[in-house]
């Protein structure tokens, strides 16, 4: 990681940002450092490493045992795969896949006769995700380098879509969308864990690189999100689940709270209320012609 907590003009949502992302990632997988909304320094995860934090953001203690160790990686903000009600046969695509562990207990659901793609752009983590599926024996999943708004996933293929705490970190927001409503079958649906804004955020915190890489930063207000989704073409859009993001990570490691309140002079509960995680679910329309509400 630059030594630099700025996200200059220069560095503004971009490739350069995309890269710090890339990078801390890297690290991640590699055990330098620790999960999501970490700053600079590998502690316990704030988001989920630890199977009680887990739990809490809505993953159930028994199918956490049924991952391999290590496919738990503590990137996400909910647990988005219980809501997708999968289907014996169908196929699911993980954007962000990390560790794997989204796409192992997608796998499940799905059956033998069902197919799992994760895409994620961290060699790194790609690695640890296959070495996972292969301790896991899971033959039903594979995973492949790419970005997110240039999926490597055949259009209309694919009958849901999930992500965990990850568009939230790429700049070009819309792209995505546009990427998941092309590979989508017709009537396909979604069901994603990110983090959206209720407020501006002080432009301290706006410009903080680590803000940016650990969750906070890159978030698009609400109605910006959404009605971008929208604008791809997907509709039926329902928040399933709606927590205080800054808030509950303050709670639970206030090291890094204070870390942030320390490089810009805003504490946590001065954005109180304005970070929010969310899980939501969507679909793409039966018919070409329909318009999503």
Same mark, same amino acid.
């Given at each position: ?8 003009? +220069? ?8 890269? $710090? ?28 490493? %630890? $199977? #009680? ?6 993953? +159930? ?11 738990? !990686?503590? =990137?996400?903000?909910?647990? @988005? ?13 993980? !954007? ?10 997608? %796998? ?15 060699? $790194? !983590?790609? +690695? ?19 970005? =997110?708004?240039? =999926? @490597?996933?055949?259009?209309? #293929? ?7 705490? *990850?568009?939230? !970190? ?30 501006? =955020? ?8 680590? %803000? ?8 698009? @207000? ?9 604008? %791809? ?5 329902? *928040? ?15 090291? +890094?709270? $204070? ?27 039966p018919t070409a012609g329909r318009s999503p509400s």
């Open positions: 990681m630059t030594s630099s907590a700025a996200v200059g003009s +220069e560095r503004a949502p971009g490739e350069a940002v995309v890269e $710090q992302v890339k990078e801390k990632y890297a690290e991640i997988a590699e055990g330098k450092r620790g999960g999501c909304c970490e700053s600079e320094f590998p502690v316990t995860s704030c988001c989920g490493a %630890a $199977q #009680s934090v887990s739990v809490t953001l809505g993953y +159930e203690s028994g199918e956490l045992q049924t991952v391999p160790d290590g496919a738990d !990686l503590g =990137l996400g903000c909910g647990a @988005p795969v219980r809501h997708l009600e999968l289907g014996s046969g169908e196929t699911v695509l993980d !954007l962000g896949s990390g560790g794997g562990l989204d796409a192992f207990l997608a %796998a499940k659901a799905v059956g033998p006769s069902g197919r799992v793609i994760g895409v994620d752009m961290t060699p $790194q !983590l790609l +690695e640890r995700a296959r070495a996972n599926a292969g301790k896991g024996g899971y033959a039903n999943v594979e995973f492949r380098e790419g970005r =997110l708004e240039r =999926l @490597p996933v055949e259009d209309a #293929s694919v009958d849901a879509v999930t992500s965990n705490c *990850v568009i939230n !970190l790429v700049p070009d927001k819309a792209a995505v969308f546009r990427e998941i409503a092309r590979v989508l079958k017709p009537g396909g649906r979604m069901v994603i864990s990110d983090v959206v804004l209720d407020g501006r =955020l002080p432009a301290a915190v706006e410009k903080d690189l680590l %803000a940016y890489v650990g969750c906070v930063a890159g978030a698009e @207000p609400r109605e910006a999100y959404f009605g971008l989704l929208r604008a %791809a073409g997907l509709g039926e859009i329902e *928040v399933l689940r709606d927590v205080d993001s800054l808030m509950t990570w303050a709670e639970m490691a206030p090291a +890094e709270a $204070q870390a942030l309140a320390d490089r810009t002079g805003v504490s946590p509960a001065e954005v109180a209320g304005k970070v929010r995680s969310v899980t939501y679910r969507a679909r793409k329309p």
